[in-house]
């Protein structure tokens, strides 16, 4: 089920539903709360809309699955080092 969640955030944050992205994106999470594509795709959704504190999280979430998370580690340092307002 995560995956078809995660393919309906895919598609609704192309159609710039971000807040219905944002639900799909969630829902696979609370499918498989290890599922580092919905992880990834919601970091990305909260990073973007300037949601830094929740974006924070998410990418944290994302390296506490994997520590060796490229993305994720680089995402999370850029945003720290601005001070958390802007990556």
């Known amino acids: 089920h995560e995956q078809a969640w995660n393919n ?15 639900a799909a994106f969630r829902s696979a999470i609370e499918s498989n709360p290890r599922y580092l594509p919905g992880w ?17 999280d998410a990418w944290r979430s994302i390296l506490r699955i994997d520590p060796q998370h490229e993305l994720a580690g680089e995402t999370l340092r850029r945003i720290e080092a601005a001070g958390g307002t802007t990556p």
């Open 8 to 22: 309906l955030g895919a598609l609704l944050a192309m159609r710039r539903e971000a807040a219905n992205a944002e």
């Open 40 to 56: 990834t795709n919601l970091a990305i959704l909260l990073t973007n809309q300037g949601r830094y504190a929740e974006a924070i």
